[in-house]
């Protein structure tokens, strides 16, 4: 069964202060790995998309990695802000266009306090 | 240019109640998804429409349909409302359909049966 397991469920962590949320995957076959972030009331923001091919990608503060052999994948964070409390969502898809096709995780929630 | 926008952001209605929700995709984009997100199960997909094809279908019961317009518009519609449909229903566009496409979330609809 395709399955997107997320941890850890929730999170607490000082601002300024790093942090790694986790993603494994059983998804068969594999075409890409996306993280999103969600704010509260919101709906949900793409950060990266990584393919088969691609180990690491970033944007800004957030480092993806992907080891799609072990499928898991992580989210960095680094030097956290009050403004990156939110959901963090990992999302994989299998092959073909349609959003169908993507499996989503439930999630870890970051709180980050002053 | 525009973002995803969906109509209304808040509702609230009784049991066995009908409602419709509103998707207005970004500009250009094609494809359309709708997801019912609630806090224990994260983000559930319920259908894809492709130029005004449903192309795809989740796993949720015949009172959820939907439709797409010309205009890449989209409705969705609960019919014969039950308690267990509260929830945050999301939209999402992406330009065409590709599996590497980015998705455009809206805001959402809070719906809440009572």
């Known amino acids: 069964k395709n399955q997107v397991e997320q941890s850890p469920q929730s999170l607490i962590i000082l601002e300024g202060k790093n942090c790694t949320l986790q993603c494994n995957y059983t998804v068969s076959p594999f075409s890409n790995l996306r993280w999103y972030k969600q704010d509260t009331g919101r709906g949900p923001v793409s950060l990266t998309i990584m393919t088969f091919s691609e180990n690491t990608k970033s944007n800004g503060r957030y480092t993806a990695t992907l080891d799609a052999d072990t499928k898991q994948s992580s989210l960095h964070i680094t030097a956290s802000q009050l403004s990156d409390s939110a959901s963090y969502i990992c999302?994989?898809?299998?092959?073909?266009?349609?959003?169908?096709?993507?499996?989503f995780g439930k999630g870890t929630k970051l709180s980050v306090k002053p | 240019k525009a973002g995803v926008t969906q109509t209304p952001r808040y509702l609230i209605k009784t049991r066995g109640q009908q409602v419709t929700l509103s998707c207005s995709p970004i500009s250009g984009h094609r494809s359309v998804s709708w997801y019912q997100q609630t806090p224990g199960q994260g983000l559930q997909f319920l259908f894809e429409y492709f130029s005004e094809t449903q192309r795809n279908k989740g796993n949720f019961p015949g009172r959820f349909s939907g439709r797409q317009f010309s205009n890449s518009r989209s409705e969705m519609n609960v019919s014969t409302l039950e308690l267990g449909d509260s929830a945050l229903y999301l939209c999402?566009?992406?330009?065409?359909?590709?599996?590497?496409?980015?998705?455009?979330f809206g805001p959402g609809t809070r719906l809440t049966v009572l």
């Open positions: 999302v994989v898809s299998g092959y073909g266009g349609s959003q169908g096709n993507l499996i």
């Open positions: 999402a566009s992406i330009l065409d359909y590709s599996s590497t496409d980015t998705q455009y």
